[in-house]
């Protein structure tokens, strides 16, 4: 036998035995469950989206300093240097958990919930960089240098904080976030500059997310430029779908099979452009990719975590993030549209999220998060639950309740079921 797949053996049975060490008993644990416990999707209720938020308070309880951390490691791989337990804030998604939290706060009343957001905003206006970007990577990484999506994704969070507040030190950190944003654009809607040093670089069709963080931007503060720069972007996010839905240029780094948290990021950036900008060329572009999506989930939710361009899956395990946003999605289209099929799909996913959460032992870090993947071995997240994944199924739980309060006409009746 040759060094490689000896080497390849040994890996394997230090992995295996890594599993067994103290520091690693909850994800064991875990695992365990979910090798023994058959999947049975649990209907939503309060009680996930309570869970959900208490969990996104503790991660930012973790950090000490006003951001959200990363998420919580249960399990760390050998031969790495990364830590067990909760993992340093994260800029990225402490801004677009901003709104999430302010939101639960309208809805329930939660003044500790608004509190939390008003200390999230403080630290990214702390963080933000000179030339009015924000950092990628987890904070504390290197090279500190502005990220256009980064920046997007605060940039959620800092229009929140206007329509919250209306105070000048929140529009000020927008606008010039929003100005590094059009500095860094290209007539064609793309991104020239400001890649961020944690994924491939080069144009991605999620950024278009970034174009409604603008766009909302554009809508808080009358300012045309921002909601042409959202449009544009939308044209190119646009010119990178296929006839049957699928994106190409879709992935943090693999584009042939993009994971469904980037296939949930275009078509978020889609929507709302959609909506804010009565452009119905993008509500069909997402109508489109949706048709298609509710037929993949299985019959219990599980839906794979990467799709190949002819939408067969590319993996066996699911990146619970991206079903969390495409719930979302499915949900929010009902408003104006009538599709019981798409409507069935975000309930499958749901109830396959809420069995995901409702699958966890005692601890401050797993309980009432979401994970990464599902298995808990999955490649996306790996044995980790995540701030980003978690933010995206309230998001959607409170999506849910809405549609329930305040069924759209147009539904004739459908439950989500």
């Known amino acids: 036998m040759s060094l490689k797949p000896l080497k390849r053996l040994a890996k394997v049975v230090l992995e295996q035995a890594s599993a067994q060490l103290p520091k690693h008993r909850e994800a064991l644990a875990l695992s365990r469950i979910e090798k023994t416990a058959p999947i049975q999707p649990v209907e939503p209720q309060q009680q996930h989206l309570q869970e959900a938020i208490s969990w996104i308070k503790r991660a930012q309880q973790a950090t000490g300093d006003g951001g959200v951390s990363w998420g919580y490691r249960a399990r760390a791989a050998i031969r ?36 939390a957001a008003l200390q999230m905003v403080d630290w990214e206006l702390k963080i933000q960089l000179p030339d009015g970007g924000i950092q990628g990577g987890i904070y504390g990484d290197q090279p500190v240098s502005s990220s256009t999506f980064v920046t997007g994704q605060v940039l959620f969070g800092l229009v929140a904080a206007i329509e919250q507040w209306n105070e000048q030190r929140h529009k000020e950190a927008a606008i010039r976030a929003g100005d590094f944003l059009l500095d860094c654009l290209d ?25 409604l963080a ?14 042409d720069a959202a449009s544009l972007m939308a044209d190119y996010a646009l010119s990178c779908q296929h006839d049957n839905g699928w994106f190409q240029e879709n992935d943090l780094n693999m584009h042939d099979k993009p994971l469904t948290h980037t296939i949930g990021y275009v078509l978020e950036g889609l929507h709302g452009i959609g909506e804010l900008l009565n452009r119905q060329d993008c509500l069909d572009a997402v109508s489109l990719s949706l048709n298609q999506i509710a037929k993949l989930p299985r019959p219990d939710g599980m839906l794979a975590g ?11 395990y699911a990146c619970l993030t991206g079903s969390a946003q495409i719930a979302g999605v499915l949900l929010r289209f009902q408003r104006q549209h009538s599709n019981p099929a798409q409507v069935k799909t975000a309930g499958q996913l749901l109830r396959f999220l809420c069995w995901t959460q409702d699958l966890k032992i005692d601890s401050e870090g797993l309980t009432g998060g979401i994970r990464g993947s599902y298995p808990f071995s999955g490649d996306y997240g790996k044995w980790c639950v995540l701030n980003w994944a978690t933010k995206f199924f309230a998001d959607s739980l409170m999506d849910y309740q809405s549609l329930q309060k305040n069924p759209p006409t147009v539904l004739h009746g459908a439950s989500i079921s």
């Open 306 to 316: 990467r799709w190949f361009s002819d939408w067969t899956p590319a993996v066996d």
């Open 187 to 211: 007539s064609t809607g793309r991104f020239a500059k400001g890649y961020s040093h944690f994924c491939e670089a080069g144009p991605k069709a999620y950024e278009v997310r970034t174009g």
């Open 80 to 115: 790495t240097s990364d830590r067990v337990g909760w993992v340093p804030a994260y800029p990225e998604t402490t801004g677009y958990i901003i709104p999430t939290m302010l939101r639960y706060a309208r809805l329930t009343g939660d003044f500790q919930a608004t509190e």
């Open 214 to 227: 603008l766009a909302q931007l554009g809508s808080v503060l009358g300012a045309k430029k921002y909601l």
